[in-house]
């Protein structure tokens, strides 16, 4: 198992936005989380990448645990140098990408696997210059991110996140800010991570592509788990009266 | 006196006046970035005390704040800071400038977006890494026009040392007129200015360009 979340809450102040949610990843699966806006999706993979801390329950990476609560009803998180290890098993992709604008698209990919990782320069280049090929994307190793359309950049900051080697890639909506004839270019990439078997946990509202490339499909509504399993059961024999709602929304 | 003796001793008052100016940044600009960070803090205590003397440093006149560290500790401790006044003049400026400067750098910071340091986070840089490769560069790039505007002010500020008579190139300039009832040592301080001045913006623009590559 790469990730086990286990009965995790999280409060904004007064506002209960993921109520006692346990969720586990395992390796090779490629995981899409749906559901309607303000469900918690978001909120959940901050979670579990440690951009938010929870209010209650325990995560675990690897077998690791990351966070956990005690009997008081404390959350303790391990410090940031032993967190600092366990950041290296995932990866997340934003939906506004965050590239940063003052590096090259090269150096984008190779600062955090020399700078964090402290790996050697020779090594990192070709693996990323390796990583940017595959994107498609090699003659713009040495553009500023700025110089490049979303699509691209997009499929920069994926490579970004695949160069440290995570374990797990987390997507939060990664086409969403993308102008729609941009969205196929990304997706595909995604695909074919998922035909490598990369382990993939993607928030989209792209259903066909949900229901082509996930092994499991995950329904979020209110904060709650409302409905998971094989995307042909969860698309085509729908359980729930809330899942089928939202669905309905999507057919065209 | 004629006009080249004129301007040659002012010349001498303008070794001082770059010293003013040459010392100001290299001490107001880090100072600067440092109280910006502290006026930052999430300690209310600390942020609160660095609002309140930024507020007083930019509400009062520099002038008297020259007066203040020159003369003031005389009459309050019955000692001066220095028989060279370039070192209250110095300092009277550099704290000057580091309030107005914490002020552009609060800005700049803060109008870096959250992702910024969010994607960083996930990547696994330290605070301090993120700080100083990520987010600084960028601001730098954003405040450099209000730098800019700043060591041009400064520049003409210089002149403001003659309050507590130091014998920087205005000073001295306002002698002579005083001697020889001539406006003409004004008309070469003004050139003087306008030449340093020219020669800043030429500077800053080099700069600023060579932060161009992107946006
Ligand atoms: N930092 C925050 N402070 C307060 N409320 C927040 C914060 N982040 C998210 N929320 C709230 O949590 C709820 C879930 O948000 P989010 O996880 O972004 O939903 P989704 O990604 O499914 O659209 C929303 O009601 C949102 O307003
Ligand atoms: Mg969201």
Same mark, same amino acid.
Request: hydrophobic share 45%; glycine share 6%; with cysteine.
């Given at each position: 198992?790469?990730?086990?979340?286990?009965?995790?809450?999280?409060?904004?102040? +007064?506002? %209960?936005?993921?109520?006692?949610?346990?969720?586990?990843? +395992?390796?090779?699966?490629?995981?899409?989380?749906?559901?309607? %806006?303000?469900?918690?999706?978001?909120?959940?993979?901050?979670?579990?990448?440690?951009?938010?801390?929870?209010?209650?329950?325990?995560? $675990?990476?690897?077998?690791? &645990?990351?966070?956990?609560? +005690?009997?008081?009803?404390?959350?303790?998180?391990?410090?940031?140098? +032993?967190?600092?290890?366990?950041?290296?098993?995932?990866?997340? &992709?934003?939906?506004?990408?965050?590239?940063?604008?003052?590096?090259?698209?090269?150096?984008?990919?190779?600062?955090?696997?020399?700078?964090?990782?402290?790996?050697?320069?020779?090594?990192?280049?070709?693996?990323?210059?390796?990583?940017?090929?595959? /994107?498609?994307?090699?003659?713009?190793?040495?553009?500023?991110?700025?110089?490049?359309?979303?699509?691209?950049?997009?499929?920069?900051?994926?490579?970004?996140?695949?160069? /440290?080697?995570?374990?797990?890639?987390?997507?939060?909506?990664?086409?969403?800010?993308?102008?729609?004839?941009?969205?196929?270019? &990304?997706?595909?990439?995604?695909?074919?991570?998922?035909?490598?078997?990369?382990?993939? &946990?993607?928030?989209?509202?792209? /259903?066909?592509?949900?229901?082509?490339?996930?092994?499991?499909?995950?329904?979020?509504?209110?904060?709650?788990?409302?409905?998971?399993?094989?995307?042909?059961?969860?698309?085509?024999?729908?359980?729930?009266?809330?899942?089928?709602?939202?669905?309905?929304?999507?057919? $065209? | 006196?004629?006009?080249?003796?004129?301007?040659?001793?002012?010349?001498?008052?303008?070794?001082? =006046?770059?010293?003013? @100016? #040459?010392?100001?940044?290299?001490?107001?600009?880090?100072?600067?970035?440092?109280?910006?960070?502290?006026?930052?803090?999430?300690?209310?205590?600390?942020?609160?005390? @660095?609002?309140?003397?930024?507020? !007083?440093?930019?509400?009062?006149?520099?002038?008297?704040?020259?007066?203040?560290?020159?003369?003031?500790?005389?009459?309050?401790?019955?000692?001066?800071?220095?028989?060279?006044?370039?070192?209250?003049?110095?300092?009277?400026?550099?704290?000057?400038?580091?309030?107005?400067?914490?002020?552009?750098?609060?800005?700049? !910071?803060?109008?870096?977006?959250?992702?910024?340091?969010?994607?960083?986070?996930?990547?696994?840089?330290?605070?301090?890494?993120? @700080?100083?490769?990520?987010?600084?560069?960028?601001?730098?790039?954003? !405040?450099?026009?209000?730098?800019?505007?700043?060591?041009? =002010?400064?520049?003409?500020?210089?002149?403001?040392? #003659? =309050?507590?008579? *130091?014998?920087?190139?205005? =000073? !001295?300039?306002?002698?002579?007129?005083?001697?020889?009832?001539?406006?003409?040592?004004?008309?070469?301080?003004?050139?003087?200015? *306008?030449? @340093?001045?020219?020669?800043?913006? #030429?500077?800053?623009?080099?700069?600023?360009?060579?932060?161009?590559? *992107?946006?």
């Amino acid at each position: 198992m790469i990730l086990e979340m286990n009965n995790i809450s999280k409060n904004f102040g +007064d506002l %209960s936005v993921i109520k006692d949610i346990s969720f586990n990843v +395992d390796r090779g699966e490629v995981v899409s989380i749906i559901g309607p %806006s303000g469900s918690g999706k978001s909120t959940l993979l901050r979670c579990a990448t440690f951009l938010e801390t929870i209010s209650s329950g325990e995560i $675990r990476y690897m077998d690791t &645990v990351a966070a956990y609560t +005690d009997p008081n009803g404390t959350v303790n998180y391990l410090t940031p140098n +032993d967190l600092r290890k366990i950041k290296g098993y995932f990866g997340l &992709v934003f939906q506004q990408f965050n590239l940063f604008p003052h590096y090259s698209v090269l150096r984008n990919l190779m600062d955090a696997p020399l700078k964090v990782q402290k790996r050697h320069k020779d090594e990192v280049e070709a693996e990323c210059m390796e990583l940017l090929r595959k /994107m498609g994307l090699e003659a713009k190793a040495n553009a500023y991110p700025c110089q490049l359309s979303g699509g691209q950049q997009q499929r920069v900051a994926i490579a970004r996140a695949l160069a /440290m080697k995570p374990e797990v890639l987390f997507f939060d909506e990664p086409t969403s800010a993308l102008d729609p004839e941009l969205t196929g270019e &990304v997706l595909k990439v995604i695909k074919q991570l998922a035909e490598e078997k990369m382990t993939m &946990v993607v928030v989209t509202h792209e /259903m066909s592509f949900a229901r082509a490339v996930s092994d499991r499909v995950i329904f979020m509504d209110g904060g709650v788990i409302v409905e998971q399993g094989h995307p042909e059961e969860v698309f085509g024999n729908t359980m729930e009266e809330r899942t089928r709602q939202f669905l309905s929304n999507y057919s $065209r | 006196m004629s006009l080249s003796t004129m301007i040659l001793k002012m010349s001498v008052g303008l070794g001082r =006046t770059c010293s003013i @100016f #040459f010392l100001t940044l290299l001490i107001s600009l880090p100072l600067g970035l440092v109280v910006a960070l502290l006026r930052r803090s999430k300690n209310k205590v600390i942020s609160g005390f @660095f609002r309140f003397i930024i507020s !007083i440093l930019r509400g009062t006149p520099l002038m008297l704040q020259l007066l203040a560290v020159t003369y003031g500790p005389y009459y309050l401790f019955g000692f001066s800071v220095s028989r060279n006044k370039l070192i209250p003049v110095v300092i009277a400026f550099a704290i000057n400038y580091a309030a107005y400067f914490a002020e552009i750098y609060r800005g700049g !910071i803060e109008s870096i977006s959250n992702g910024q340091y969010e994607a960083a986070e996930v990547l696994g840089y330290s605070k301090f890494q993120t @700080f100083i490769g990520i987010i600084l560069p960028q601001v730098v790039k954003r !405040i450099l026009p209000s730098i800019t505007n700043e060591i041009v =002010t400064l520049v003409k500020d210089t002149s403001l040392a #003659f =309050t507590v008579s *130091y014998q920087e190139m205005f =000073t !001295i300039g306002k002698q002579i007129a005083n001697s020889q009832t001539s406006f003409m040592p004004f008309v070469v301080a003004g050139v003087f200015y *306008y030449v @340093f001045n020219a020669i800043v913006d #030429f500077v800053m623009g080099k700069a600023e360009k060579s932060m161009d590559y *992107y946006n």
